[in-house]
């Protein structure tokens, strides 16, 4: 017989997974909305183009970051830190973890130039862009990525950890990780799995999200560059 007995750690995941999935698709479909961005470039001055991108991004930061930790104070009455975002190491990242960055760069450096990854990144579609513009983009990306990351490794992950062990925890995050990638094609769709994998048991390892944090963050920022560089009309003048 099928027990439906109902109690507080199984609310608890059935809450992280739902919102795993509202909380993301508010993200995307909010980010394909241009009227913040005509408002406020109109108000401010500013180049439609950058500010399109940076309020996505804040987008990512308010539905998968913000609103996911209010979850957890209030809904769950739990510490940040038991769903990843606390300081502390458990145990610090594998030794073997640690070529991950420089094997990043280096297959930034090569694939940057494929015209899949330029149809989609930089995702900031300027011509010219200055040393104010790349800092900017670069905060905003590592400011969505905490959330970003908060939301899977930890809201997602520390609520499967509930009911389940961490492999089947691992496979149901990684698989909702992948689909939320489905939009950008099969390369990253399929990338995500293995990628997803890593992040998970290097937030189980350590207890909290910041070796994914750092990963991710490699990850976008050095693709970002080497694809504004390998970009035939784009150009980066630090001067101005």
């Not at 995307?28 to 991004?57: G, K, N, W």
């Not at 830190?81 to 502390?88: I, K, N, R, V």
């Not at 494929?114 to 995702?123: C, E």
Request: charged share 10%; net charge neutral; with cysteine.
């Amino acid at each position: 017989m099928v027990d439906f007995t109902w109690d507080r750690e199984y609310a608890s995941f059935c809450i992280t997974v739902l919102w795993s999935v509202l909380g993301f698709g508010s993200y995307y479909f909010l980010s394909a909305s241009e009227m913040p961005a005509r408002i406020f470039s109109a108000r401010f001055r500013s180049d439609i183009r950058v500010t399109r991108v940076v309020i996505q991004r804040f987008w990512g930061l308010l539905f998968t970051g913000i609103i996911s930790a209010i979850i957890v104070l209030v809904a769950f009455k739990g510490s940040l830190a038991d769903f990843g975002l606390g300081f502390g190491f458990e145990q610090w990242p594998p030794w073997w973890s640690l070529p991950v960055l420089p094997l990043i760069i280096i297959a930034g450096y090569f694939t940057s130039s494929l015209p899949g990854n330029l149809k989609l990144y930089p995702q900031i579609r300027i011509e010219t862009w200055t040393l104010p513009v790349l800092t900017v983009s670069a905060v905003s990306w590592i400011l969505f990525l905490v959330a970003y990351e908060f939301l899977f490794r930890g809201f997602l992950l520390g609520g499967s950890l509930l009911v389940m062990g961490p492999w089947p925890a691992i496979l149901l995050n990684s698989t909702i990780y992948a689909f939320a990638h489905f939009y950008k094609g099969p390369g990253e769709t399929f990338g995500a799995i293995p990628l997803g994998i890593l992040l998970c048991y290097l937030t189980l390892v350590t207890g909290n999200i910041w070796s994914a944090v750092v990963i991710h963050s490699f990850m976008a920022l050095s693709n970002e560059w080497f694809s504004i560089r390998a970009h035939p009309e784009m150009q980066i003048i630090a001067g101005k």
